[in-house]
């Protein structure tokens, strides 16, 4: 190829370029337009504070730890959810903002709404401060919250000193305490989750002898009679020595 044929075909590329240029979206919402592609899928509202997991799907922050406190697959591919780390999405948050603005601002006030209630569900959850000797709610490896108590602070001797609460869940023994990063989501204000009745509990109590060294999970008042939503699972590390 000659210098002209060269000259020729870097003006031709450069055309193609500009011609691609000149095709692409010029913003955001010129990529999606789709509703559904910001629509949540356990609550089916679109999707408020986005956290994605490992598998790349995504759900609202509520939504997400809601869904498991009872369930440890995807709510769409079934993979391990509890083995996956978060991400939160906040560029995503805007786009759909900008998305509801844009094409469907009858619903912007109810998506507002839904991001302030969001909001006041993070404060509730946080731990306002942390004290040796304060009692807050842990979760515990089998994804069941707990009463546990700050036993002391530990300090990393890693270059990111992170600091470390030692917990110690009432009820067990001292072999059962565990050192937790202090921004783990494991930990959220005494009685946030502890308090409620609908959601998986240890009971070690059973009118059933074949089931005595068994932990109950079960998602309904201890003191009502009927057990038809409850389960069972073998969990000796959660038992009082």
Aim: proline share 3%.
């Amino acid at each position: 190829m000659n210098k002209q044929q060269k000259k020729i075909q870097k003006q031709n590329d450069k055309l193609k370029i500009e011609k691609q240029d000149n095709d692409s979206p010029q913003n955001i919402e010129d990529l999606i337009h789709d509703k559904n592609d910001f629509i949540c899928p356990i609550c089916l509202n679109y999707i408020v504070a986005a956290v994605s997991l490992k598998c790349g799907h995504t759900f609202c922050e509520i939504c997400l730890h809601e869904y498991l406190l009872y369930f440890k697959g995807c709510h769409i591919c079934n993979d391990n959810m509890r083995k996956s780390k978060f991400a939160y999405c906040y560029l995503l948050d805007q786009m759909i903002h900008e998305f509801i603005k844009s094409h469907h601002p009858e619903e912007l006030k109810t998506y507002e709404m839904a991001k302030i209630n969001n909001k006041e569900w993070r404060k509730k959850k946080q731990v306002s401060s942390i004290d040796v000797g304060q009692q807050i709610d842990v979760r515990d490896p089998n994804f069941v919250w707990n009463v546990g108590t700050i036993k002391r602070l530990k300090i990393s001797q890693e270059a990111s000193k992170i600091k470390y609460l030692v917990i110690h869940y009432e009820g067990k023994s001292d072999k059962h305490d565990e050192e937790i990063a202090e921004n783990s989501p494991r930990f959220a204000a005494l009685g946030f989750y502890t308090s409620r009745n609908d959601i998986p509990k240890y009971y070690k109590q059973t009118k059933n002898p074949f089931l005595k060294n068994l932990l109950c999970i079960e998602c309904m008042d201890p003191n009502d009679n009927q057990f038809n939503q409850q389960f069972f699972i073998e969990d000796n590390s959660s038992e009082s020595e």
